[in-house]
């Protein structure tokens, strides 16, 4: 027998069912993947101050020593849409600067490797430079190697 005249002699409400299944399926499987890209791959950031409620966001400067136009535009942007409050953005005095840095200036270091997690900055180029004349609880100087960093992936 014709395996085509079998299938359309079937009850059309199986044909119904077995599609519904395979809708069901492909759901499951992209909400599974869909996880574990977001808690897996991609964890997301968390850009609360250490030390307060949670609701004050980490302030961030952002200085481009590395030279590359347009590097410190999109770490900005890059920041800014995971949440992290960017209040400046200029070029470091230098173009010189190799590795990228985050510099702790508020006097609590956590929350400069809350942004060296974000940027993709390894955890050795986080320093503290407590500075009271800045109004930032973060500095990020991007380095030459800004196209390794996340916001240039």
């Known amino acids: 027998m014709n395996p085509l005249r079998s299938l359309l002699r079937k009850d ?10 395979a809708v069901l399926a492909i759901v499951v499987a992209w909400l599974l993947y ?3 890209v977001r808690h897996v791959l991609r964890p997301p ?19 481009n020593g590395s030279g590359l136009d347009g590097a410190a535009t999109t770490c900005t942007a890059y920041l800014r849409s995971r949440g992290y409050d960017v209040v400046e953005m200029r070029n470091y005095k230098t ?32 320093i503290q ?3 009271e004349e800045y109004f930032v609880d973060v500095s990020v100087l991007i380095g ?9 992936q």
């Open 12 to 21: 059309p409400r199986d044909l119904a069912l077995n599609a519904l299944i």
């Open 95 to 126: 173009f010189d600067v190799g590795e990228s840095l985050v510099i702790d200036r508020a006097g609590n270091v956590e929350n400069a490797r809350k942004v060296a997690y974000a940027l993709g900055i390894r955890k050795e180029n986080v």
């Open 34 to 36: 869909a996880f574990v």
């Open 45 to 63: 950031v968390d850009t609360g101050r250490v030390g307060t409620s949670g609701r004050e966001v980490i302030q961030i400067d952002v200085l």
């Open 129 to 131: 430079q407590i500075n």
């Open 144 to 152: 030459r190697d800004f196209r390794s960093l996340k916001p240039a």
